[in-house]
């Protein structure tokens, strides 16, 4: 057996925690999503920094430390696995995790305080157990739906995995030991004690480094889908247009003939008249409105991006050509219905589509140029209207 110092593993510990809080406190990110599970992780090591108290104490008084610092421990678990959570864009309302996070850790100090050792033993392993699987099932779950499988992800799913198999053995024990229990109060058999030890020695400079890399991640792609959008309207840019789109049509898998993916021309009616009357600030004002409303009605797999001036372009994928006309001109009636509140007053705007419909033989230039020829109809025919290729196109 390995000869191992649990409390020198605890200083790690809790000085690791501050390294972490250091490191997470440098981070500055926009997305209020992150920003809160930021705070969640600077919280998470707080509470975990005080290990390095509890590795200080003289030897008399650390049984009665680490019955304190096992339901502060368990708090800042439970931060860690609702702060990955909240990275992964799986919404927990705060009052459930307020309830849940204080819960486990007073759990702990209750039976602390108030039940057996072995009860003490057995409930520890519990919860823990329970923070480290659920972490483990929401990362596996994120990777399994998740198309890219970045780096950072996949090793917060073997830190989970690690901790989670550490402490599912440790509950095992704990359910067949009879004592004694030491003072240090990690209940692993003898074999797994020295890397269950060095295992919560390196947990939080681990989940720190692994947090700090997955959001560093995060801001890169950020920063790289900033590149491809239009800045005035929020929307794809012409270049991320053609980067999404060109990706869009080669997963494209039509199980039916008439199935595929639909392209909209949009243009403003009279824009200039806009501008010319109003002023281009106005004008601006107008797109910006224009693509809030499209981005309201369309799905989630719609890729809408600023084509050129005032015309904008969508890509969906559709189940028929009838529902590529019925998209478009619910896009058209819902324009038409919501007038622009800008500082010149209510601009009432109206758009002409043009709508192709994209099979496998055609490129993206090919399509959206049919459709633009259709835009053209469109506003030859008046304006305010919706012309579709024909089927036989």
């Avoid at 250091?22 to 998470?44: F, K, N, T």
């Avoid at 107008?286 to 015309?311: C, F, K, P």
């Avoid at 007038?339 to 192709?356: H, M």
Wanted: proline share 3%; aromatic share 8%; charged share 20%.
């Amino acid at each position: 057996m390995a000869s191992i110092d649990v409390f020198t593993c605890y200083t790690l510990a809790g000085a690791g925690s501050l390294f972490g809080l250091g490191l997470i406190s440098l981070v500055r990110v926009e997305s209020p999503r992150v920003r809160r599970a930021l705070w969640l992780y600077r919280l998470a090591f707080l509470c975990l920094a005080g290990f390095l108290w509890v590795g200080t104490l003289p030897v008399a008084q650390r049984e009665q430390g680490m019955h304190a610092m096992i339901g502060v421990a368990a708090i800042g678990a439970s931060l860690l696995a609702w702060g990955f959570r909240q990275l992964n864009g799986q919404r927990t309302p705060p009052a459930l995790g307020v309830a849940l996070t204080l819960g486990l850790g007073g759990l702990l100090w209750w039976a602390g305080a108030a039940t057996s050792d072995a009860t003490f033993a057995v409930l520890e392993a519990a919860v823990m157990s329970f923070i480290a699987l659920g972490t483990l099932i929401d990362q596996g779950v994120l990777l399994r739906r998740a198309t890219v499988r970045r780096g950072g992800e996949l090793a917060l799913l073997l830190v989970a995995g690690l901790f989670s198999l550490d402490w599912v053995l440790i509950f095992w024990h704990t359910l067949h030991w009879v004592g004694p229990y030491p003072d240090h109060l990690l209940f692993a058999p003898d074999w797994l004690l020295p890397a269950s030890a060095v295992g919560v020695g390196l947990l939080p400079l681990s989940v720190a480094s692994v947090v700090f890399a997955i959001v560093n991640d995060r801001l890169n792609q950020q920063l790289r889908e900033r590149a491809l959008r239009d800045d005035l309207t929020g929307t794809l840019s012409r270049r991320g247009l053609r980067e999404h789109g060109e990706r869009m049509l080669a997963g494209q898998e039509p199980a039916r003939q008439d199935s595929g993916v639909a392209a909209l021309m949009l243009d403003v009616d009279h824009f200039k008249a806009i501008n010319d009357r109003h002023g281009h600030l106005v004008g601006d004002e107008v797109l910006r409105h224009l693509s809030a409303v499209m981005t309201e009605h369309l799905r989630d797999d719609a890729l809408l991006a600023r084509y050129g001036g005032e015309e904008f372009t969508v890509l969906l994928p559709v189940r028929s050509r009838q529902d590529a006309e019925t998209v478009a001109e619910r896009l058209r009636q819902a324009i038409e219905a919501q007038p622009c509140e800008s500082r010149a007053g209510r601009i009432r705007v109206t758009v002409s589509i043009g709508v192709a419909f994209h099979q496998t033989a055609l490129s993206l230039d090919e399509v959206l140029s049919r459709a633009d020829t259709r835009l053209y109809e469109a506003k030859q025919a008046g304006r305010n209207r919706v012309i579709c290729e024909p089927l036989a196109a």
